[in-house]
């Protein structure tokens, strides 16, 4: 059983909408890490919180900790944006991952 | 700075043989880890090190060893290859000490194993 869970699976948007991309965690933990998986494979790190919420750009993560709950936000989605977008929770020395939402923007 | 390094970027081996993934990283990073990523699951940790001469399992250890004799290096060896061993593995590191702030991931190697 996979203690970090994402929705949805699978995403597909039009340009301009605001997306939503949730993940849930049933650990304890002292962080949470938001990643992006180009289609190309490489993997880049967006954000980590431990509490409340960032912003990078057009980017939005607020983690609940209190619910086990983050939520990643793209508003004015463009078709860069189509990867997979993956969360990790950190509990001790270790991350645990979930299995991605794979986002497509449609132009 | 190169970041994170990896060598090989693509490997064929056959069941039994044993190989080395290279994992490099130039940013003075106390933490380094190795993953896997297979299809339909998540990244799921290999083993991991805090530091020079300190290495720990993480949740798939089993066939895998690692050592780290330096700050820079962090190798990821197969003893003897299996097919179920075949996957993308991901070697990532970040600052540990001092705070703990988001990992920088390698380019990844693709195993394949006959």
């Known amino acids: 059983k996979n203690e970090v869970e994402q929705s949805p699976q699978n995403l597909t948007a039009q340009e301009g909408e605001f997306i939503t991309i949730n993940c849930s965690y049933s650990v304890g933990i002292s962080a949470l890490h938001w990643l992006q998986q180009h289609p190309g494979g490489g993997i880049v790190s967006l954000f980590m919180l431990s509490s409340g919420k960032k912003k990078h750009g057009r980017l939005i993560a607020t983690i609940n900790i209190q619910e086990k709950h983050s939520s990643l936000h793209i508003t004015a989605s463009h078709p860069r944006d189509s990867a997979v977008y993956i969360c990790a929770a950190l509990t001790g020395n270790q991350f645990y991952f979930g299995t991605g939402t794979s986002l497509t923007v449609i132009p | 700075n190169a970041g994170v390094t990896q060598t090989p970027k693509f490997q064929v081996l056959k069941t039994g043989q044993s190989m080395t993934l290279q994992c490099a990283q130039d940013m003075n990073h106390e933490y380094m880890s190795w993953y896997r990523q297979d299809p339909g699951m998540g990244l799921r940790l290999i083993h991991y090190?805090?530091?020079?001469?300190?290495?720990d399992q993480g949740e798939v250890p089993n066939g895998y060893n690692v050592s780290r004799s330096t700050t820079e290096d962090f190798p990821l060896r197969l003893l003897s290859a299996a097919p179920s061993q075949t996957s993308v593995y991901f070697c990532?590191?970040?600052?540990?000490?001092?705070?703990?702030?988001?990992?920088?991931f390698g380019p990844g190697t693709r195993l394949t194993v006959l």
């Open positions: 990532a590191s970040s600052l540990y000490r001092v705070t703990r702030v988001e990992q920088f």
């Open positions: 090190s805090v530091g020079a001469g300190i290495t």
